[in-house]
């Protein structure tokens, strides 16, 4: 009996998801190009806005107050005679960069947590899943509030409280899809092939359990920009000269029966922004789900 | 073993009570003690917020700081906060000097009447909107699209956008204030569409999960029409994930009520929340913090009651 | 908890019910770029009283010709035939609206896994009930048919109808609660509730214990003495021949042969059911392939003893609300298990669900400690010590499961699950390339399988991996738990065949674990017959399972169903007998 098993007929489901991912690689997706070709653009005038050649953001003129859009503005000036289009350009920087390090805030708090909390003992879990509680018992936007309320207005402190407040979501996420990981089938026949634990863990539990994160990265990345904006529009962020979206709007609401320029372009920059992002997260999300079948 | 099953029907929801119950004030106990801790850790001289125009001698900050207990060990203001918590006394506001229930008391209602309004309009509209799109891919595509837009756009935004439609350009409803009715509309779907923008796509999501079992092929061959599988079997199955993160958009309402109440210029705990930031008025955000734990214990507490109701499959599990 | 017997027809339906004729059926799927036309040219007709069979591995569009007959195919399939009429009605003709007045009402359909098939967040009582109001005009118009009253007296009724004592209890509880064949049955009343002229059973038995699966077959059998029309589809020959009058068996959307039920059980025309009907295992095909039907040289197991249990007893505490109400706070999952295996010995296990076979496999793994008892493997110690201890010898003794997918870390290509089974062994560099090799020629893999996915790989050629993983440090013992359950019964033979093989080849000791009679006949030395986690009769296969002694073992064997005898293939193909005394390793014991 040297033959080679006769090949009884492949598994159609399977062959046919493998045929699709394959197609999908190779299809041009319209949206996804947008999408990375907005996001390209932010990142380069959140890196060097000058680049765009508008004026100076601060630069007001009182003379030439709430100009409607024209050739000279294109977006408009607001009520100190600033230009909006330098104002939404330079105000790039400060929504991406202060969701970006909230973000990274909340994973290095966040993932580890929820690892520690889906692999250690039951005692441990139900600590840190109250602890979870807890944290979580606060919306989210109140909880910043509160610490900024206590440390003070400014961009450290803006960071720190989306931060935090972004953690239980990265840890309970996490601790679940750890606790999954850990029933099935080769965890158990990894114990059986004598492997140790540690091994166990670290080929067949660790990498599961954080393939996630890039998407949840990707949500919270977009849940941080909005929440620093909104906690700059009711002056909990970053004080009014400074061009953030959500302080434009909030001084631009007050002249929005006669100027809607003011609070209609960052508020679009803001929408566009998060959109991007969220978009690029659904597809991750769906990559990661059609790739491994939990 | 089957006799065991139908009794645990009645008694496992009991259990869980209590279980819901102790961890109910465990959550409620560490929120306060985390803020107290967090609060008066923070940089501020509470005694100069508390002498206010008065003049600010030596002799003065001692009376006022034994006046309001501020001299004391920070653990003795702790064990006297929680001891006074215990008859339903939340301090006495700094700013406003009067005491914080009262303070809040006065705003709850109007807070109350949009939350309940939103949470309606968003259940109501999420469920229309799902039902009606999941497993059809078109209109799925057209409302997934219109639900990202949603969700990225935030509260503040959606709001000046609806006042400048609804307000300024066609005059339906009014620029500000709380009272009648139509005042109550724009704040409400403010909110609501926010929540719809996160829900619908979970809730469509678990429809069209529901909708592939194999109880879905044996209810169709038995001639039942489609939309009655949606909403007799469909909307049952989908609604267990959805009611768990609706637990908490229901808790961050009071989050999204602070921005919504800014904008409209409504009254309320949002309202309150943001003076009490703004003026360090300690024992006022104590309160407001208690207040929005005490909501998210006890809607995440009816989410999982409910989740019981619907799915009894779960009772034997919550252990 | 068992529940009585079928009740008998209560009375002979006043009129004959209308034909389903299919002449010429044709199924296509499409993906949106490529069409696949995956059933090809089904006739049949069916005429009330009898029974017609579509018999066919996965694949072979059985199912998907079923539900073209009630119009549910999956969005992207479409059908077309030359003729498909109920009656009068062309149902080629018929808008959804229409079709919903066929469906339920004049065709009833039982889809298979009962635990999945009926609404698990609905009581039985409100599934059966479903159809009576969405049919409620044409069922009062029926009159007499459905029997009078309130719905939830005809609820009650049908549910007595189809055999479920306790209804008033029943009624109101849900899948979950209730005995996979009390399930089964809520499904079938639920089927016939709107008195049907047809009925579709879908692997109507998959997944039930043995005796319910007769109980089961018994209930359709009166459902077909009533005048019921009968159209069966299954994977199982044996099951086929206990209620058909005439069988289609399909092959990749085809119908390779057709005939009444007795001459194509017995006298098959096409290779294909021939090769079906020899791959089934039974106590005749002992010592011979399944595949070819050849005679395999035997090797008699050693004395040796390689792994020794004493009194395994085993408890699981039931969740807290469980206990309420004065059941039994603690579930024995075993009971005082003894077994011993030697060297090239196949134990089998067998028992019905809950019978404590898979804790049984947990415990001797070393993956559940016993509450009680020990288990000894090569003559030291091995539930008694700790995990950590126990690694060195855990290359003595390898597992094969149900689902071999899930046993592979889904990033992992063949090449690293099987070279994980070398890992604890310590083979580095060429010599493992070269036994990875070996390992895959050993189960009859090509060697260009080491980079595939184990995802892009066929079911049988999946559990071929977890078989070569198993294999790799040459272990004493393996421990094959339900290892063959998933598969097509060709498939089956396959890998029935490469465990006899690896066996003979090796002296490898199996504890076959199966819910199957027929498997462990065919392959297992000894037989141990679990039930409620204690061993009650043990000894060897071919006594033990022909003339069993305990009444239980009895019930057991009796309720297995037999094919016809092949007069046919036992000329040819099949030179043995099932009266031929066990073959010559049986007496070894």
Redo the contacts between chains.
């Keep these: 009996m040297t033959a080679v098993a006769p090949d009884d007929r492949p598994n159609g489901v399977g062959q046919r998801r493998v045929g699709q991912l394959r197609v999908g690689q190779l299809r041009v997706d319209p949206v996804l190009i947008a999408t990375a070709a907005g996001l390209a653009l932010t990142l380069l005038i959140v890196v060097w806005p000058g680049a765009t050649g508008v004026a100076d953001p601060l630069a007001a003129d009182p003379s030439r107050a709430l100009e409607p859009p024209s050739a000279a503005h294109l977006l408009g000036t607001d009520q100190l005679g600033r230009d909006v289009l330098a104002r939404v350009i330079h105000g790039a920087r400060y929504s991406v960069l202060i969701a970006l390090a909230a973000t990274a805030v909340g994973i290095v708090a966040g993932v580890p947590l929820g690892l520690l909390a889906g692999l250690a003992s039951s005692w441990l879990d139900e600590i840190l899943t109250r602890f979870l509680d807890i944290l979580s018992a606060f919306p989210g936007l109140l909880l910043a509030m509160v610490l900024i309320a206590f440390t003070g207005p400014g961009s450290g402190n803006l960071v720190l409280a989306l931060g935090v407040s972004s953690v239980p979501r990265f840890a309970r996420v996490v601790r679940a899809q750890t606790k999954v990981v850990r029933g099935q089938g080769w965890v158990e026949h990894g114990v059986t092939l004598g492997l140790p634990r540690r091994v166990v863990v670290a080929r067949h539990v660790l990498p599961h359990a954080i393939a996630a994160v890039p998407v949840l990265a990707t949500v919270g990345l977009g849940g941080a920009t909005l929440g620093a904006a909104a906690l700059s529009f009711i002056g909990l962020g970053l004080a009014p000269p400074s061009p953030e979206w959500g302080a434009m709007l909030s001084e631009g609401r007050n002249y929005l029966r006669v100027a809607w320029w003011i609070s209609v372009f960052p508020g679009l920059a803001l929408t566009s922004l998060v959109l991007a992002i969220f978009t690029l997260g659904r597809r991750a999300q769906r990559r990661l789900e059609s790739r491994e079948p939990l | 073993m089957i006799r065991g099953l139908a009794a645990e029907a009645i008694l496992g929801p009991v259990v869980s009570v209590s279980r819901r119950l102790g961890s109910l004030v465990l959550v409620l106990w560490g929120t306060v003690t985390l803020t107290f801790f967090a609060v008066h850790a923070a940089p501020g001289d509470i005694v100069r917020l508390l002498i206010g125009q008065g003049h600010d001698t030596p002799e003065v900050r001692a009376v006022i700081a034994a006046e309001w207990g501020l001299d004391r060990p920070l653990l003795v203001q702790y064990a006297g906060y929680l001891g006074r918590l215990l008859h339903g006394d939340l301090g006495t506001s700094y700013v406003l000097k009067r005491p914080v229930t009262e303070v809040i008391g006065a705003q709850l209602a109007s807070t109350v009447e949009l939350a309940v309004t939103a949470t309606a309009l968003a259940a109501l509209l999420t469920i229309l909107i799902t039902t009606l799109t999941a497993g059809r891919r078109l209109l799925t595509r057209l409302a997934g699209a219109g639900e990202l837009l949603l969700a990225s756009t935030p509260e503040f935004w959606v709001g000046i956008l609806l006042l400048f439609v609804f307000s300024f350009t066609l005059p339906w409803f009014p620029v500000a204030g709380a009272g009648d009715l139509s005042a109550l509309v724009l704040p409400s779907l403010t909110l609501a569409l926010g929540a719809v923008g996160g829900l619908a796509p979970v809730l469509r999501d678990g429809l069209e999960r529901a909708l592939e079992q194999p109880f879905a092929l044996t209810v169709r061959s038995r001639g039942v029409s489609d939309l009655g599988l949606r909403v007799r079997h469909g909307l049952r199955h989908a609604s267990i994930p959805t009611l768990n993160l609706a637990g908490f958009a229901v808790g961050n309402l009071l989050g999204g009520a602070v921005i919504v109440e800014q904008v409209f210029g409504r009254p309320g705990i949002g309202q309150v929340a943001l003076r009490a930031i703004s003026s360090k008025d300690i024992p006022t955000i104590l309160g407001v913090a208690l207040l929005a734990a005490f909501v998210f214990v006890v809607v995440s507490t009816v989410v999982d009651l409910l989740s019981l109701v619907i799915d009894p499959r779960l009772v034997g599990a919550a252990s | ?1 068992s529940a009585r017997p079928a009740a008998p027809a209560r009375q002979p339906r006043e009129r004959p019910g209308p034909p389903l004729v299919v002449e010429d059926l044709r199924i296509r799927f499409s ?1 949106g770029r490529t069409t696949t036309e995956i059933v090809r040219g089904v006739s049949l007709t069916l005429v009330p009283g009898r029974c017609v069979a579509l018999v066919g ?3 072979s569009g059985k199912s998907v010709t079923a ?1 073209a007959i ?1 119009g ?1 195919l999956p969005r992207s399939g479409a059908y077309a035939a030359r003729r498909l009429t109920l009656g009068d009605t062309d149902l080629t003709a018929l808008g ?1 609206r229409g ?7 004049r ?1 009833g ?1 039982v ?3 009962a635990l ?7 009581t039985a009582g409100q599934e059966i009930a ?2 009576l109001r ?2 409620r005009a044409a069922v009062a118009a029926a009159g007499s048919a459905v029997g009078a009253g309130s719905t939830r007296q005809r609820t009650l009724q049908l549910l007595r109808d189809v055999g479920i004592g306790d209804a008033e ?1 029943r009624i109101g ?2 899948a ?2 209730l ?1 996979g064949g009390q399930r089964q049955r809520v ?1 079938i009343a ?2 016939i509730a ?1 008195a049907p002229d047809l009925l579709i059973a879908d692997e109507p038995t998959t997944a039930l214990d043995v005796t319910v699966q007769a109980q089961v077959l018994e209930l359709l059998g009166a459902r077909k003495r009533r005048g019921d029309a009968l159209l069966l589809i299954s994977h199982d020959l044996a099951v086929v021949g206990q209620l058909a009058d005439e069988i289609l068996v399909m092959r990749a959307g085809e119908v390779v042969e057709r005939g009444a039920a007795a001459e194509v059980l017995t006298r098959p025309a096409h290779e294909y059911t021939r090769q079906l009907l020899q791959a089934v295992p039974t106590a005749a095909t002992r010592g011979h392939s399944l595949v070819t039907g050849a005679p395999l040289p035997a090797r008699p197991p050693g004395d040796e003893v390689v792994l020794e249990a004493h009194g395994l007893t085993k408890r699981f505490r ?11 706070r603690e579930l024995v999952a075993l009971d005082r298990v003894d077994l011993t295996l030697r060297r090239g010995e196949t134990l089998g296990v067998v028992g019905e669900s809950g019978s404590g076979k898979t804790t049984l496999a947990r415990v001797v ?3 559940v400690q016993p509450d009680d008892g020990e288990v000894r493997l090569l003559g030291r110690p091995w539930s008694a010590l700790g ?1 950590r201890s126990r ?2 010898s ?2 003595h ?3 094969v ?1 149900q ?1 071999p997918l ?6 992992y290509p063949v090449r690293k699950v099987i070279g ?2 070398l ?2 062994v310590g083979i580095h560099g060429t010599a493992r390339e070269r036994r990875l090799r070996e390992l895959l ?1 050993q ?4 060697a260009s399988y080491l980079d595939r996915h184990p ?7 999946r559990q ?1 991996v977890a078989i070569a ?1 198993a294999l790799a440090p040459t272990p004493a013992v393996v421990v094959a738990d339900e290892a063959v359950s998933a598969l ?1 019964v ?2 089956q033979a ?1 890998i029935l065949d ?1 465990f006899a ?1 690896i066996q003979r080849e090796h002296g490898t000791s199996l504890l076959f674990i199966s819910h199957d009679l027929g498997v462990v006949r065919h392959l297992a030395h000894r037989v141990l017959v679990l039930k409620d986690g204690a061993v009650v009769e043990t000894g060897p296969t071919g006594p033990v399972l022909t003339r069993p002694r305990h009444a239980y073992t009895q019930q057991l064997v009796a309720a297995v169903p037999r094919l016809p005898g092949s007069a046919e293939l036992r000329g040819r193909a099949r030179p043995w007998d099932e009266d031929v005394p066990e073959s010559a390793d049986m007496t070894t014991r």
């Design positions: 908890m993906d591995e996965s694949g539900r009630v549910l959804e079709w919903r007045r066929v469906r339920g009402r065709v359909f889809h298979q896994d999945l098939s009926l609404d698990p967040l609905r479903e159809v969405t049919h209890r509880q849900r979950h609660q005995s499904l639920s089927a709107a039931l969740p807290r609300a469980r206990r309420a109400g004065g059941a039994s793994l070393g993956l995990e690694r060195p855990r290359q003794l390898r597992f499961s689902d899930g046993s592979f870390d889904p990033r994980e089974g890992d604890s020629d189960v009859h893999l090509p995802r892009t790989l066929s079911g049988g050629q071929r993983r097509d060709s498939v396959q490469l093989e």
